[in-house]
T-cell receptor, first 114, second 117 residues
Framework: KAGVTQTPRYLIKTRGQQVTLSCSPISGHRSVSWYQQTPGQGLQFLFEYFSETQRNKGNFPGRFSGRQFSNSRSEMNVSTLELGDSALYLC?????????????FGPGTRLTVT | AQTVTQSQPEMSVQEAETVTLSCTYDTSESDYYLFWYKQPPSRQMILVIRQEAYKQQNATENRFSVNFQKAAKSFSLKISDSQLGDAAMYFCAYRSARQTSGSRLTFGEGTQLTVNP
């Protein structure tokens, strides 16, 4: 069974631009969560999607948004990029929401904002 | 809000020896789940072990085991017979059992483990 895939793996953008990151969950998984990882703030939860609906959102500005498609693939979008948005963005999928079930993480997208 | 604290930014261990990584958390909830994730240089997060708060028995997975002290809000990871492949960043994580929290994980700051040959 294929794992979680994220595209692109690396991205360089300029301040003020916008970016879209993609995540394909493991087949059959319906929950997709996004995390931002930076050296200063560590791993922070961005949002969770389940059945095409955002179910949970972390403490991030409105410039961060996302969506989920009927095949459970998810995209996150960051508009008006700032230097501080440079980070590793991780996507994780699971069969269901919550519980003790494992979240499977993708390899991440490394975003650099210049 | 829940918080997770890992007070050891770095740890090192000799190959074949045992090492314990510490984690404490703060929550007012009684039902939750705790996890240890490993992030090697490839950056791929991998689940090492999980513990359900209502279970008193400490979880074990081969060479990995936890010491879960619910009253003390402590959740340490013990790695026995350390191997070179265990070298990685280790994250402790908390998940609420509340339905509204979904799959959201709250992570600690991480502990960088070095395994010396």
């Amino acid at each position: 069974k294929a794992g979680v895939t994220q595209t692109p793996r690396y991205l360089i953008k300029t301040r003020g631009q916008q970016v879209t990151l993609s995540c394909s969950p493991i087949s059959g998984h319906r929950s997709v969560s996004w995390y931002q990882q930076t050296p200063g703030q560590g791993l922070q939860f961005l949002f969770e999607y389940f059945s095409e609906t955002q179910r949970n959102k972390g403490n991030f500005p409105g410039r961060f948004s996302g969506r989920q498609f009927s095949n459970s693939r998810s995209e996150m979008n960051v508009s008006t990029l700032e230097l501080g948005d440079s980070a590793l963005y991780l996507c994780a999928s699971s069969l269901a929401r919550g519980g003790p079930g494992e979240q499977y993480f993708g390899p991440g997208t490394r975003l650099t904002v210049t | 809000a829940q918080t997770v604290t890992q007070s050891q930014p770095e740890m090192s261990v000799q190959e074949a020896e045992t090492v314990t990584l510490s984690c404490t958390y703060d929550t007012s909830e009684s039902d939750y789940y705790l996890f240890w994730y490993k992030q090697p240089p490839s950056r791929q997060m991998i689940l090492v072990i999980r513990q359900e708060a209502y279970k008193q028995q400490n979880a074990t997975e081969n060479r990995f085991s936890v010491n879960f002290q619910k009253a003390a809000k402590s959740f340490s990871l013990k790695i026995s017979d350390s191997q070179l492949g265990d070298a990685a960043m280790y994250f402790c994580a908390y998940r609420s059992a509340r339905q509204t929290s979904g799959s959201r994980l709250t992570f600690g700051e991480g502990t960088q483990l070095t395994v010396n040959p």
